[in-house]
């Protein structure tokens, strides 16, 4: 009798450890994204308020992966192709070296916004570490897709559909 209320003391005990490291999970497909806040290169903000009611194609990337350069120069023209539409591109930048991320995106004509803060978004969308990945999210906030690798360019510009996709309930 005392055993089994010691096992019963303990699975509660580490009951809270586990939610928490469910509750930390990134979006299952179809489910909803907990959006972090994270600081642009900018200085400016993205966040839930930024998602809101928008499509978004986030890239996970690197300035040191030859496949990332030609990868993100079709993201590039999708984020101008999206201009005035209900779609976002972000950038996610695993570097360190923000004043190095930014001299390659000016070499490289990159306009979309870029973030360094690789962790909180890749908690919240995909832990996969391959690079380029790319992870769509429904205009609902809902994840869709995690891409892993280089794409063609026609792939990377249909993503542009998004920006007109129905919003699921």
């Known amino acids: 009798m005392k055993r089994r209320h010691a096992i019963s003391a303990v699975a509660a005990a580490a009951a809270p450890a586990w939610w928490a490291a469910a509750a930390a999970a990134p979006a299952a497909q179809g489910q909803a994204v907990a959006w972090p806040e994270v600081t642009l290169l900018d ?90 990945l790319t992870v769509t999210v429904d205009r609902g906030g809902r994840l869709l897709q995690v891409i892993p690798g280089e794409m063609f360019e026609e792939d990377v510009l249909e993503l542009l559909q998004l920006a007109g996709m129905e919003v699921r309930a």
Not at 87 to 105: K, N, W
């Open 43 to 132: 200085g400016s903000r993205f966040g839930a308020a930024q998602a809101q009611g928008r499509a978004l194609v986030v890239v996970f990337w690197s300035t040191t992966c030859p496949f990332c350069r030609r990868h993100n120069q079709h993201v590039e023209k999708l984020h101008r192709a999206a201009a005035g539409r209900r779609l976002s591109v972000l950038g996610v930048a695993r570097e360190r070296d923000a004043a190095a991320v930014r001299r390659h995106a000016g070499e490289h004509g990159y306009t979309f916004p870029i973030t360094l803060e690789q962790a909180p978004l890749a908690a919240a969308l995909s832990t996969r570490r391959v690079i380029p």
